[in-house]
């Protein structure tokens, strides 16, 4: 607080208002030929101009700030952009694309929305700016975090960014990067999994992000819950440009600028100081984490143009073993070896890099993706964490997966129709080294393998819209044939052939009503298909299916205004082929909200689920300088235990509300506050029994769940509130965003599912139970998280 006061006094005050130029080009959507003459204006406002004979244009005297273009221009939609960030030391470029209007108009009249609805996917399809990312209060400018203020996206108490949606698991989304998958999305991945503590994408490099919880357009496969889609920003065509950053957490610093008169570059490096932050406050875990993130896009002429972009990070997480020297408080040094006494050590990297092609012709554009992405995947642990004594191993695991894709998409577009259609093909590498001592009711197991896999993927799409009644009306219809050589079900494409429709009429300009249905695979994580049992046999090949999800959704939309959208949505999914683990018993949804590794071990696809809720949603884009976001959802998770029955899953929220919302202020002050509710999620209780025997306390160090009573318990609901204010400097050679958060505001505490540990003498040895010498003696400890988190974060532009 005394550096967020000390600023602001430091801060000289501006003599004169200053205003920020933006210069762009209006193009064809599908040829990209110039569009000249076309009336370009700051919305909101009178300030623009008109595009010249080759399509540029340059306004002048804008107010600072996120701002939004609008373009209008006879025998073309209108064109709302996304949020451009104006400052008087820099000039961003903008390129608007438009759409031919499906019927002739003798002149523009429709008032252009600020929110987007796409032919393929009218329903369960919600948009973000960069300014509502940015300004997320709580969010620490971590975009997995910002989307949780979307409807149907769980709000979770904990501090990993794990994606729930709809009451689907975690490794249930597929994540790309203009076009690129990028499996990889967040530092400490659950391999398995999707989850992490801290995104690795740099919000400085993104302009937009699509959220579909549902209506999956044909040419993204291999999602059940959700896709995402991130446009990042170009380079400026005109002068270098940086831009830094310091949070709670890292300091960033992000470039951009041309390379050549066709070349622009953007690019960025992060790295964290945790270990640094956590040392201090005598935690025992020290993560540490970098990531990098560019583009480079050349534009060889109108017709033709290529965009290589890559993202990638190191992850280290070490143990302190000295974190209670000087300690006296006895609840700290229970707490600290708990945690040392179960936690790896990890050590992670990744990388994703390819390169997108797109030509455009007459009435269609075609698009090449060549891309690769990479995790490697290490992590030890040791009795007492001594690595010294190779009898005290418990885990030694190495995993490689690598990705070779390619993709060809072919779009044609004629007024009121559009067609999509395209095929994949994908080369899997996997390899995994595991030496596990495992705990289970029976006593400890060894698991020891090593596995490699080399097999292709393939697939082929293909997706048709057209529009009726002048527009009131659109259809759409795709399929998809996705494939894998890796068992003979698989690798039949009619096996999983995923049909999809979607509707939508628009009663008035206002109202609209909308619907989509279809079915959905996806391939089971590497880690089931890679497992081997003790001969070195691919123990899941011959029992391993693609998961199957049917969905079924429909909902009605109702804009008051341009700037505001009112949405009721009804969703039922029904899965079919998931995976159940057979040593615990449990389906492979129940698991993926932790670190390390999941689905290395025996299962087979016989698991069925069903997820089911609705969802309600008022979000005002920035009008007047209010802007926000009401969500509720209700929903019902529920998956197959070991008795054929389904019980609630680990996702059974039931309820969530996320409340939203900003104000801006005269002399660029802002205030932001979200406001989280969600119920309780089941768990599973501790089995004493098993947990207390000494041979499998020795390599756990925590408690083992009680399966047969899968998710009977449930926590309390909890309640957040996040507070963030920005004051920002508009000087002539840079500008100065200061911001303070504060999440947590009313220290409320978040119930966790209680741990077990063993009871200690005072020099902190084990009490074995006096009435059986193979256990030990335990006891339930409270498991509650929470506390005031305020943040200072210095944003500088030069």
């Not at 540029?56 to 209108?78: E, H």
């Not at 020290?286 to 534009?299: G, I, N, S």
């Amino acid at each position: 607080m005394r550096l967020f006061l000390t600023t602001l006094l430091l801060v000289p005050v501006l003599l004169f208002a200053q205003t920020g130029t933006i210069k762009g080009k209006v193009v064809d959507e599908t040829t990209q030929e110039p569009l000249p003459f076309v009336n370009v204006i700051v919305e909101g406002t009178t300030n623009g101009g008109t595009s010249d004979f080759d399509g540029n244009f340059t306004i002048s005297n804008i107010k600072p700030g996120y701002v939004k273009l609008q373009a209008s221009f006879i025998g073309y939609d209108n064109k709302l952009t996304e949020d451009i960030y104006v400052i008087p030391s820099k000039t961003p470029f903008v390129e608007i694309k438009m759409k031919k209007a499906a019927t002739d108009l003798k002149e523009v009249v429709i008032e252009t929305s600020k929110f987007r609805k796409t032919e393929e996917s009218p329903v369960s399809l919600q948009t973000l700016g960069i300014e509502e990312i940015e300004r997320n209060p709580g969010g620490n400018r971590d975009i997995s975090r910002a989307i949780q203020s979307l409807p149907g996206v769980a709000a979770t108490p904990s501090f990993r960014n794990d994606i729930i949606i709809r009451g689907g698991a975690p490794n249930e989304n597929r994540f790309y990067v203009d076009g690129i998958e990028t499996p990889i999305i967040n530092h400490f991945q659950t391999q398995g999994s999707s989850g992490g503590p801290v995104g690795i994408l740099n919000v400085n490099l993104v302009r937009e992000v699509n959220l579909y919880t549902g209506a999956f357009p044909s040419n993204r496969g291999n999602a059940l819950s959700s896709v995402l889609e991130f446009r990042q920003l170009d380079g400026n065509q005109e002068k270098l440009n940086f831009r830094g950053a310091i949070g709670s957490s890292d300091f960033a610093i992000a470039a951009d600028g041309p390379l050549g008169d066709k070349t622009t570059f953007i690019a960025s490096y992060r790295f964290s100081y945790l270990q640094l932050l956590f040392t201090a406050l005598g935690l025992p875990i020290l993560p540490q984490y970098q990531d990098y993130q560019f583009k480079v896009k050349h534009k060889f002429n109108t017709k033709n143009e290529l965009s290589i972009i890559s993202l990638g990070a190191l992850d280290q997480f070490s143990l302190d073993l000295d974190a209670n020297d000087g300690v006296t408080d006895s609840a700290t040094i229970q707490q600290n070896n708990y945690i040392l006494g179960n936690t790896p050590i990890n050590n992670q990297w990744n990388y994703t890099i390819g390169a997108v092609y797109k030509h455009f012709s007459e009435n269609s554009f075609q698009t090449i993706v060549l891309s690769r992405n990479m995790l490697d995947n290490r992590a030890t642990k040791y009795e007492d964490n001594d690595e010294e004594d190779p009898t005290k191993k418990i885990l030694d695991y190495g995993s490689r997966e690598q990705e070779n894709k390619f993709r060809f998409e072919n779009t044609y577009r004629n007024k009121d129709f559009k067609l999509n259609v395209g095929v994949n093909l994908e080369n899997v590498v996997y390899s995994n080294s595991t030496f596990n001592r495992i705990a289970t009711p029976s006593g400890v197991l060894i698991r020891s393998f090593s596995s490699e896999l080399d097999f292709l993927r393939y697939g082929a799409f293909g997706q048709a819209s057209k529009l009726f009644f002048q527009g009131r009306l659109t259809l759409s219809a795709g399929f998809r044939l996705d494939g894998a050589n890796y068992n003979a079900s698989m690798g039949n494409p009619l096996n999983q052939f995923s049909p999809r429709i979607s509707a939508s009429y628009a009663f008035t300009e206002k109202w609209s009503l909308s619907f989509n249905t279809g079915r959905y695979y996806q391939l089971t994580p590497y880690t089931v298909l890679g497992y081997r049992d003790a001969a070195g046999n691919l123990a899941n090949k011959d029992r391993t299916e693609y998961i199957q999800c049917d969905h079924i959704v429909g909902g009605v939309q109702y804009n008051p205004s341009n700037s505001t959208k009112i949405t009721l949505e009804g969703f039922y999914k029904d899965y079919d082929n998931y995976p159940f683990l057979l040593t615990d018993s449990i389906a492979l949804a129940n698991l993926g909200a932790d670190f390390g590794v999941i689905g290395n071990e025996p299962t087979a696809s016989i698991a069925t689920g069903r997820a089911y809720g609705i969802e309600a949603l008022v979000q005002r884009r920035a009008a007047k300088g209010i802007y926000g976001i009401l969500a509720y959802t209700w929903v019902r998770s529920q998956f197959e235990d070991k008795n054929g029955d389904l019980v609630a899953s680990s996702w059974d929220s039931r309820h969530f509300v996320t409340l939203t919302s900003g104000k801006k202020f005269k002399n660029n002050w802002e205030l932001g506050v979200r406001w989280r509710f969600a119920g309780g999620l089941p768990y599973t209780p501790i089995d004493f029994a098993a947990s207390s025997r000494i041979d499998n306390w020795e390599v756990t160090g925590a408690g083992i769940r009680d399966f047969d009573q899968l998710n009977t318990q449930r926590l309390n609901w909890f309640s957040q509130l996040d507070i963030r204010v920005d004051k920002t400097w508009y000087l002539e050679k840079l500008s100065l965003n200061l911001y303070f958060d504060v999440q947590n505001v009313y220290n409320a505490l978040a119930e966790q599912p209680p741990f077990v540990d063993v009871i200690r003498d005072a020099n902190g040895n084990a009490l074995i139970n006096s009435n059986d010498p193979t256990r030990y003696q335990l006891q339930t400890i409270e498991n509650n998280a929470g506390t005031v988190l305020p943040t200072i974060g210095i944003i500088v532009d030069f």
